[in-house]
């Protein structure tokens, strides 16, 4: 099926670069502006709908990633999932593994709360090794392993499976950033519980900007106790002593006004990504990957040369420093990551996308 029809960016350009933002469809473009209207012509009569839709948002959310929708919230963004949540586990632990090089978003908020951060090493060539990960977890006793699924410099893909068995083995809280692969690789949290699963939506769930989802499994968030709350989970009539027996989950989480307008566009695209199947956008994705490393031209060399275990639709090569711009020149976009230049198709590309890329990386001066 031809998607490019689909996503007006497409008409001319060459993109490539859905690991930096994916691209709006017509279809989120035209619930967007609908309910831009909704609200112009009926004010709070409009949000008092949405209000009802909300509920409707987290279960087809958590169907999208096999987990219950009272598990689910709605977020603004990745930055703001991951703050809340090391906020509310500093009372579970104070040691945290990261990965080298892993996205600063992910990593930062554990400096900045004061906890006691390890880090485990990344191969020259950005993969990451499972055992690698354990040893440092049992020799710090880390308590708490916050990890990118996908690496977003170099495309390495973590097994969520694997890593949910070492955190078990060893007694740690699972944090997992899936801002790179919701979307674009089969998540089913029934299959390999994590602890937490957050991710922004604007890569490759293509739901534009403003928006994503927290999952936080069930027999965590019963231990824990909000620390940001408003008007939508107490009501007018709180007192300080009902705050202490407000149940928490992670709709709690949800504080202040929703941007209802960026939150339909998220249901859209979590629709499109459903209807289309993210096992098929997966096997697509993979497909476009293959014929990108295969027709590398001689002078270009592949850094993310991994197993397809391993592999994700992120590919870094090795190339002149200014190939983004050349590229750009020629309406191609790619992005520049600290270990080369990045290429990310995603399903609405071709194979004449994947032709031309390999030509004009051919001809790089």
């Given amino acids: 099926m031809d998607y490019k029809k689909n996503y007006p960016a497409l008409q001319q350009y060459t993109y490539l670069n859905t690991a930096g933002c994916g691209l709006l469809s017509q279809s989120s473009q035209q619930v967007l502006q609908e309910g831009i209207q909704q609200y112009a012509n009926h004010g709070s009569l409009a949000r008092e709908v949405w209000f009802e839709e909300l509920s409707f948002l987290r279960q087809r959310a958590a169907e999208l990633i096999g987990a219950s929708e ?13 703050h809340q949540v090391a906020h509310l586990l500093r009372k579970q632990a104070e040691k945290v593994l990261l ?30 090794s499972p055992e690698a990960i354990e040893n440092s977890i049992r020799q710090h006793q880390i308590k708490i392993l916050a990890v ?51 991710a922004s939506g604007y890569k490759w769930l293509n ?21 940001l709350l408003g008007f939508g989970a107490v009501g007018s009539n709180y007192t300080p002593e009902s705050l202490q027996e407000l149940p ?17 566009v998220l249901r859209q695209a979590i629709e499109d990504s459903l209807q289309i199947g993210i096992a098929n956008i997966n096997h697509r994705v993979m497909q476009l990957r293959q014929q990108l490393t295969e027709g590398l031209p001689d002078n270009i060399s592949l850094l993310s040369d991994y197993p397809s275990t391993q ?15 050349q590229l750009r020149a020629q309406n191609i976009i790619t992005a520049t990551r600290p270990k080369g230049l990045r290429i990310s198709p995603h399903f609405f590309n071709d194979e004449g996308d994947i032709q031309q890329v ?4 051919g001809e790089l001066q």
């Fill in 70 to 82: 009272t598990e689910v919230a709605m977020i603004t963004n990745f930055t703001n999932g991951v």
């Fill in 99 to 128: 990965i080298d090089d892993d996205y600063p978003s992910l990593t930062l908020p554990w400096h900045l709360l004061g906890y006691e951060v390890h880090s485990a090493p990344v191969q020259p060539n950005g993969s990451i």
């Fill in 148 to 198: 990118s699924h996908v690496q977003y410099s170099s495309g390495f893909q973590l097994s969520l499976a694997n890593l949910v068995e070492i955190c078990r083995r060893n007694d740690t809280l699972l944090v997992v950033d899936a801002t790179q692969s919701l979307g674009m690789i089969p998540i089913n949290l029934r299959d390999t519980p994590v602890d937490v699963l957050i």
């Fill in 207 to 227: 739901s534009g900007l403003g928006n994503g989802l927290l999952y936080l499994r069930e027999g965590l968030y019963a231990q824990l106790r909000p620390n």
């Fill in 248 to 264: 928490f989950t992670p709709q709690t989480l949800e504080a202040g006004h929703y941007n209802f307008f960026s939150l339909l």
């Fill in 311 to 325: 592999a994700s639709g992120i590919v870094v090569v090795k190339a002149p420093a200014d190939a983004e711009q």
């Fill in 358 to 361: 390999c030509q004009a990386l």
